[in-house]
T-cell receptor, first 115, second 112 residues
Framework: EADIYQTPRYLVIGTGKKITLECSQT?????MYWYQQDPGMELHLIHYSYGVNSTEKGDLSSESTVSRIRTEHFPLTLESARPSHTSQYLC??????????????FGPGTRLLVL | LAKTTQPISMDSYEGQEVNITCSHNNIATNDYITWYQQFPSQGPRFIIQ???TKVTNEVASLFIPADRKSSTLSLPRVSLSDTAVYYCLVGDKGTGRRALTFGSGTRLQVQP
């Protein structure tokens, strides 16, 4: 089972601040993902990556950006946080190459509250 | 965007078998169907995955008909610790951006 870490677990921040949510995995998985999940709601894919220097937007439009400079690291950045960004952000990785088999390993999530 | 449909909630008692069905009419040809379990304040956890027919592992079975437009997760002899939200995940056959569609989730409540 993959070890995947997210920091911080909880973040309360004021409007207009720049934030970076960290995600790291230690299993050498090429595919990584970011999801957004509001309380009691389904997960929505906002970003994914095939590997180093590869990033794509998911089906849910998001003002956040991501980078993938190292295989194990996939940080998500919000340049100017707004209350509408309040949500839970989940990072995941998958060992399978290509697409189709989505056995994803999820981190514990970051709960973001923007005041 | 593909739409997957699951029952919003289900109730069961310990020791019973629970079947949760997910409808996914627009599943991509090469994509598998994957089910996840999520507890409050945690990320989803992989349960089982299949492409067609039947798959079984130590915790669940997955039934997929020939047309692959639906799938049924079967949990044998549930316990209180199986109380959670269950999601199905499929890829979308649409063009353009890669779409991974989680179902809306089924809240399973297991009673003693």
């Amino acid at each position: 089972e993959a070890d995947i870490y997210q920091t911080p677990r909880y973040l309360v921040i004021g409007t207009g601040k720049k934030i970076t949510l960290e995600c790291s995995q230690t299993m050498g998985h090429d595919k990584m993902y970011w999801y957004q999940q509001d309380p009691g709601m389904e997960l929505h894919l906002i970003h994914y990556s095939y590997g180093v220097n590869s990033t794509e937007k998911g089906d849910l439009s998001s003002e956040s950006t991501v980078s993938r400079i190292r295989t194990e690291h996939f940080p998500l950045t919000l340049e100017s946080a707004r209350p509408s960004h309040t949500s839970q952000y989940l990072c995941a990785s998958s060992p399978q190459p290509g697409w189709g088999q989505e056995t994803q390993y999820f981190g514990p999530g970051t709960r973001l509250l923007v005041l | 965007l593909a739409k997957t449909t699951q029952p919003i909630s289900m109730d069961s008692y310990e020791g019973q078998e629970v079947n949760i069905t997910c409808s996914h009419n627009n599943i991509a040809t090469n994509d598998y169907i994957t089910w996840y379990q999520q507890f409050p304040s945690q990320g989803p956890r992989f349960i089982i995955q299949g492409y067609k027919t039947k798959v079984t592992n130590e915790v669940a079975s997955l039934f997929i008909p020939a047309d692959r437009k639906s799938s049924t997760l079967s949990l044998p002899r549930v316990s209180l610790s199986d109380t959670a939200v269950y999601y199905c995940l499929v890829g979308d056959k649409g063009t353009g951006r890669r779409a991974l569609t989680f179902g809306s989730g089924t809240r399973l409540q297991v009673q003693p």
